[in-house]
């Protein structure tokens, strides 16, 4: 673990520069621990793949003292898991007509579209960042046999609730917006809402699961075909 | 009629904001808020109210609301012509209106971005703790959206406060050139001292592409060689170094991570600088330790609360 200036005001703590649930763990772990130890001093926190930025008042406090502090604030803290994030369960309706990209990762990856449907769903995603988006949340890692590589031209429009894959990510698109990912099918669920508080179901560290809904049930939750 | 102001031209962009939205940069949610908060701060100190109540930021001007309140505003930030009624009137100094009266923004002959902000604010509903507008996420302000013709921006009337003037001496002049103080960190260690002292001897000039989001600067490339990074939080003021080697500022509406090389971030103070800088207008960076930047800071926000502004009517 390092701590390095970021700002005036920030500091940004990096651990080991890896993408692995034990590193996911450590870094939701330093948002827990230094969240409700320096509630006082602290503006925001952006927790990433491998670092944590810690933006801070610098009227409460200066960034010697709070690199000591954070630096035996983790020091002392037990050692992370990877499996205490929260388990969030996905509805997803897989379709030739929700995901248009099923056909082509079958192609390209020889494998029937039903097993493409079935890996995608056969395993548990860590959320390892969120960003580009409100709600965005970079999910890993997929089974290595539907891995499939950013569109070569994005799309202009990807609606709301659009599940894809880009490399060994997965994710759910929170609104509608341009994007790369290969796309396998649609969620009903709100990954991001700017009218509800909290608005968005997921953070850093948490557990997803997809599981396979039909169309009816992808309707009555309030999921839109175009 | 409800209370408040009625929108008749919204100007090339107006944005209700706040001071910003804190604590959610974790879900995707930036921060938003005023770009220069200086100016945004004086407004609203010069209606009488707290520090950080909704106000509006005008960029370039053509605003004109028409008060269906009586009430005071100030003008501050950028240098706006300023009418009520068609009567020049001046900035940087609360103005009282009554209702029926109409108050039109010109187009900016110094600066960028002003700030109008009304007695105890527009009154708009918070979203995520925040009515900063952040146009890309569609939050804040009213539905995530830029002021439009005929909106109407809600406040309270009041007969009982004082007007209030701020000193010539103590307002921000605006120019072609900023020098922007800037802290060394994320990747500065992996960037070769060379190309640092390049780089802070290097003049840059602002690129119209610049928005809320960030600064794009042309001139003399940074070269740098640092391999692939895993996306990391990014800060108020962070310089990226993209592949091209032509430095990026990132303002207050960046996206809360990214993946480029940084080599450090601006002072807040001078990001107030920056946002009031014209494209074209010439951009240099001097380098300050962290500890002076936090002396420099709490002494320019201690100056500000002894600055007393006069009573003017």
Known sequence: MKVVPASENALIIYFEQVVTADTSARVRQATAVLESALVDVLIDLVPSYASLLVIFDLSCIDAATLEQQITEMLDAAPAASSSDGKLVELPVYYSMESGPDLAEISRVKKVSVEEVIALHQSREYLVYAIGFAPGFAYLGEVDSRIVMPRLDTPRTLVPRGSVGIAGRQTAVYPVDSPGGWNLIGLCPERMFDPLSEPGMPLQVGDRVRFFSINRETFLARGGRLA | ?313
């Open chain 2, 1 to 313: 009629m409800k209370g408040g102001f009625r929108v008749n031209r919204p100007g090339v962009l107006t944005l209700l904001q706040d001071a910003g939205r804190f604590g959610h940069n974790r879900f995707g949610l930036t921060t938003g808020g005023p770009a220069d908060p200086l100016a945004f701060n004086w407004a609203n100190r010069l209606c009488g109210n707290d520090r950080g109540i909704t106000a509006l930021e005008v960029t370039i001007g053509g605003l004109e609301l028409e008060c269906q309140a009586d009430t005071i505003f100030a003008l501050c930030g950028a240098d706006m012509p300023l009418t009520i009624n068609g009567q020049p009137k001046e900035s940087w100094r609360s103005q009282r209106v009554k209702s029926g009266d109409r108050v039109a923004l010109g187009y900016a002959r110094r600066g960028m971005r002003a700030y109008l902000a009304v007695a105890d604010g527009f009154n708009i509903p918070a979203t995520f703790g925040s009515t900063a507008t952040v146009v890309r996420e569609g939050v804040g302000g009213l539905s995530g959206n830029p002021l439009q013709a005929g909106d109407h921006l809600p406040c309270a009337a009041t007969s009982s406060r004082q007007c209030l003037s701020l000193a010539r001496g103590y307002r921000p002049v605006y120019g072609g050139r900023v020098i922007l103080r800037v802290v060394s960190g994320y990747q500065s260690e992996l960037i070769t001292n060379d190309q640092q002292q390049h780089f802070f001897a290097s003049e840059y000039r602002l690129l119209s592409q610049s928005d809320r989001m960030a600064c794009r600067l042309a001139g003399p490339p940074i070269d740098i060689d640092i391999p692939d990074l895993l996306s990391e939080g990014v800060c108020l003021g962070a310089i990226q170094i993209p592949p091209d080697g032509l430095p990026i500022i990132l303002m207050h509406d960046r996206q809360t991570i990214g993946g480029y090389p940084k080599l450090g971030s601006v002072m807040s103070l001078d990001m107030s600088q920056l946002a009031q800088l014209k494209p074209g207008g010439l951009v240099s960076f001097k380098s300050v330790t962290m500890a002076e930047a936090r002396h420099i800071r709490l002494a320019a926000d201690s100056m500000y609360r002894q600055i007393n502004p006069e009573v003017c009517d």
